[in-house]
């Protein structure tokens, strides 16, 4: 996987996220080539934290699954997240 961090995107304490990765994949199914994956599956992954202040920030996330479980026949997995962190 690759992850770009992106600090004090559009304003200073906010963060900027991307993560680019492969889940792990069969290559090589040894005798039997039906456990071999032959499609690719990708996960693409953007989030944004924004500081509302020095205890709390707000982090909105978004992340896909192209070719689920290496196959092409599944549909593409679309989930949004969100994530409220609070600091004492």
Do not use: C
Not at 60 to 71: A, E, K, R, Y
Request: charged content about 20%; glycine content about 8%.
């Amino acid at each position: 996987m690759l992850y770009f961090a992106f600090p004090d995107l559009l304003i200073e304490g906010n963060l900027g996220g991307l993560m680019v990765g492969v889940p792990p994949i069969v290559t090589d199914g040894g005798d039997d080539d039906s456990l071999k994956d032959d499609d690719t599956s990708i996960h693409i992954e953007a989030i944004y934290r924004f500081r509302v202040n020095d205890n709390i920030s707000l982090t909105p996330g978004l992340f896909v699954i192209t070719n689920p479980n290496h196959d092409d026949v599944n549909d593409t997995i679309w989930v949004s997240t969100f994530r409220t962190q609070f600091r004492f």
